[in-house]
């Protein structure tokens, strides 16, 4: 069962991933990007509403367009985000950084849920809404770990387990998924880029399966997620790091 689904940040990483997935799997997609981003970085087959989560103006108006353009939404992925790194993009304090992540990352997503269970859907059947968190803060903690992204990153799994409490006898699935270190930009810019060539090549050997994961996988897990064969997982907070989360020292043990 498809329908429409809309997912936040799609222009690039796991975003991009899963809505080109989704699109395979006949969905009518539409991707949110910040304002200012061009045609060309979004993935094709896809409709485009500009997003900043930092504005609930913005917020509303997204999910009205949406419904307005395509009769309702069936399915939500919160994936939007900013991280230790990319947060920068906005500010180069520490504190105003801080608030951001918390902001965008847990009040934004926050504000995205409680817009879509107020819009309509365009089909029977349970809709779905699928939380992006992190290994980190959603799952277990490490050392060194920028405490605002854990924190929001905490938030947002802690509003999964809650939606899906009040939304246990609704028409709606609520998942939350934690990926590991997974190959994209800001991985990259957060951890990867700050390494030598040997440092790197001694980082990914410490990850679970000596690799990191595609954003592809990620993006199978959401498509998964999407479909009625999902719904015994309502409330679900999953860990998609490939064993990191139940092992969190593994990098550290791998280096000494």
């Known amino acids: 069962m498809t329908g429409v689904a809309l997912v936040t940040g799609g222009d690039r990483g796991i975003g991009r991933a899963i809505a080109l ?19 060309a970085a979004l993935p094709p087959g896809c409709a485009h509403v500009p997003l900043d989560l930092r504005d609930s103006g913005q ?8 419904v307005a353009a395509q009769g309702g939404i069936d399915l939500l992925v919160n994936n939007a985000a900013v991280g230790s790194a990319t947060v920068a993009m906005f ?9 951001l992540m918390l902001a965008i990352n847990a009040a934004g997503t926050l504000a995205m849920c409680r817009g879509f269970l107020a819009a309509p859907a365009t089909r029977p059947g349970a809709r779905k809404l699928v939380n ?17 992204d854990g924190m929001s990153k905490a938030a947002i799994a802690h509003l999964t387990r809650q939606l899906a409490a ?8 609520v998942f939350a998924l934690c990926p590991g270190a997974t190959d994209t930009e800001m991985f990259r810019q957060s951890t990867l880029n700050h390494l030598t060539e040997e440092e790197r090549a001694a980082f990914l050997a410490g990850l679970p399966k000596g690799r990191l994961i ?41 280096r000494h």
């Open 21 to 39: 997935r989704l699109v395979e799997g006949g969905w009518r997609v539409v991707v949110t990007a910040l304002p200012g981003t061009g045609a």
């Open 59 to 66: 917020i509303r108006d997204c999910l009205a367009q949406v």
């Open 91 to 99: 500010s180069d304090d520490p504190e105003a950084q801080d608030g």
């Open 132 to 148: 992006l968190s992190s290994v980190g803060g959603g799952i277990a903690t490490f050392p060194g770990f920028s405490l605002a």
């Open 166 to 173: 009040e939304t246990v006898h609704a028409g709606v699935d």
């Open 214 to 254: 595609r954003p592809e996988e990620i993006a199978d897990v959401v498509a998964f997620l999407a479909s009625p064969a999902s719904t015994v997982l309502h409330g679900a907070v999953l860990d998609a790091s490939m064993g990191l989360g139940v092992r969190p020292g593994l990098v550290a043990e791998r």
